[in-house]
């Protein structure tokens, strides 16, 4: 018995190590830097790590390409205005002859007098019917409040910078550009005329007449030195309010308070020139 023990070969049992794979309970509160909690994903729910922040680089590319097509979608109405009445505008020396000056409403003051940017346009306007290239002129505000008259404060403004009474039409519902070009057109037969208004206003109420059937040209007056701010506001406010005149030109709806026809721009056309 004793030569077979020497005769066989025992293997020694083999020990664990490190690197192993053994697990935790092998070697009790040893921990290695390769262990399975190490080797976990990092889970990527957007808050943090390198795939949250490609998640926010996305979302800000995403935003800003928004505001970029938001910005073109609003300004290309604006630009249309632009383009689609460059030819149709002039200065005071270079329009042609009309009939009619169309001088919209601007505002009256406390006093009844005439705003600034009102007093100017109707300076124009004056002026237009001195030099001969208008015979008449229709004047439109809003009169729909009581004590606020635009119309009959326009027409005196008129009167005593010289122009015969008889030659002045009011309209009392011109209560925004669309309705004073439309019941020019529809209530008092207007089929030409030039557009008196400032320079940030006139591409859309010349494309406004224009959509309403009047051949209209247009005579600007730039306020940029006496009213600044209000006319570069007036600029930054034609950019919404392209958008809308672009759907008034799709859809043309009736004005406000259509009404009777009225000959007063007939008549005024009918009297000779002194």
């Known amino acids: 018995m004793g030569e077979g023990l020497r005769g066989t070969v025992v293997l020694p049992l083999p020990v664990p190590c490190r690197n192993s794979g053994a697990g935790p309970d092998v070697f009790p509160g040893v921990t290695t830097s390769d262990s399975g909690a190490s080797r976990a994903p990092v889970p ?30 609003g300004c290309a109405p604006f630009l249309w205005v632009l383009s689609s009445t460059s030819d149709h505008r002039h200065t005071a ?11 919209l409403g601007a505002g009256v003051r406390p006093d009844g ?25 229709l004047v439109t505000g809003d009169n729909s409040v009581e004590h606020y008259n635009e119309t009959d404060t326009m027409s005196e403004y008129l009167v005593e910078a010289g122009v015969p009474r008889e030659r002045i039409v009011g309209d009392y519902a011109g209560f925004s550009t669309w309705d004073s070009c439309a019941r020019a057109h529809e209530v008092f037969g207007v089929e030409e005329a030039t557009v008196v208004t400032q320079d940030f206003h006139l591409p859309r109420a010349v ?3 224009r959509a309403a059937g009047i051949d209209a040209v247009g005579v600007a007056d730039s306020s940029l030195r006496e009213r600044t701010f209000a006319t570069v506001y007036g600029w930054l406010r034609e950019v919404p309010a392209a958008v809308a005149a672009l759907g008034t030109v799709v859809l043309r709806p009736d004005p406000t308070f259509l009404g009777d026809y009225e000959t007063g721009v007939d008549d005024a056309l009918a009297l000779e020139r002194e």
């Open 44 to 73: 990527d729910d957007g808050s943090g790590g390198f795939g949250g922040s490609r998640r926010r680089r996305l979302r800000l590319r995403h935003l800003a390409l928004l505001a970029v097509f938001a910005m073109v979608a």
């Open 207 to 209: 494309r406004l007449c």
């Open 113 to 137: 007098q005439p705003s600034l940017l009102l007093a100017r346009r109707l300076d124009t306007a004056a002026g237009l019917y001195f030099d001969g290239r208008v015979d008449a002129v």
């Open 93 to 103: 020396q270079t329009v042609p002859e009309r009939p009619v000056a169309l001088v």
